[in-house]
């Protein structure tokens, strides 16, 4: 089984680039051109500036706050792969994980900010016990990629 997020990456992508555009554009519009005319909607021109200087933050800095990551996973021949990345305005160093099936230990997930913020760590027999990788941030995966992943994960956990 292969997948990826990629088309909820793209979609965050698309939404900055647009929350962009607009909030631009309305500062082109009000403070530059002064085609905005203001009391605009009854609501000042600091009003709706820093309303949608708010709004534009938090479209930038929420897959940021919520550890979002671009994440490929497969297990299609005799190893898993997890590849990941930072997916926020600065992406981050591009991971991977390879795991020999016959060597992958198990897995531990973690939920933070009531479940906003989710999480999987795996782990690998090495030769001085067990090794742990870097936690990878599941947040950004769609409830059902989360599944698929836990129930591909669960059939290669040995079973003691």
């Known amino acids: 089984m292969t ?8 979609s965050l992508r698309l939404k900055l680039f647009g929350a962009t555009v607009v909030f631009l554009s309305y500062l082109a519009l009000a403070y530059v051109a002064k085609l905005i005319k203001f009391p605009f909607l009854g609501m000042t021109e600091t009003f709706w500036t820093v309303t949608l ?4 933050l938090l479209i930038a800095f929420f897959p940021m706050m919520l550890n979002y990551q671009y994440i490929y996973y497969s297990d299609d021949n005799d ?8 997916a926020g305005i600065i992406g981050g160093r591009k991971n ?14 973690d939920s933070k900010w009531f479940g906003l913020i989710q999480s999987i760590t795996l782990f690998q027999n090495a030769k001085g016990g067990i090794a ?3 936690t990878v941030y599941i947040s950004a995966l769609t409830r059902e990629e989360r599944s698929k992943l836990i129930r591909s ?4 956990v040995p079973r003691a």
Request: charged share 25%.
């Open 3 to 10: 997948f990826d997020n990629s088309k909820t990456i793209i």
């Open 53 to 56: 200087a708010v709004i534009y």
């Open 79 to 86: 190893r898993i792969v997890l590849r990941y990345f930072t």
């Open 96 to 109: 991977s994980v390879e795991i020999d099936k016959r060597l992958f230990s198990g897995y531990k997930t």
């Open 132 to 134: 742990k990788y870097p």
């Open 153 to 156: 994960l669960n059939s290669y």
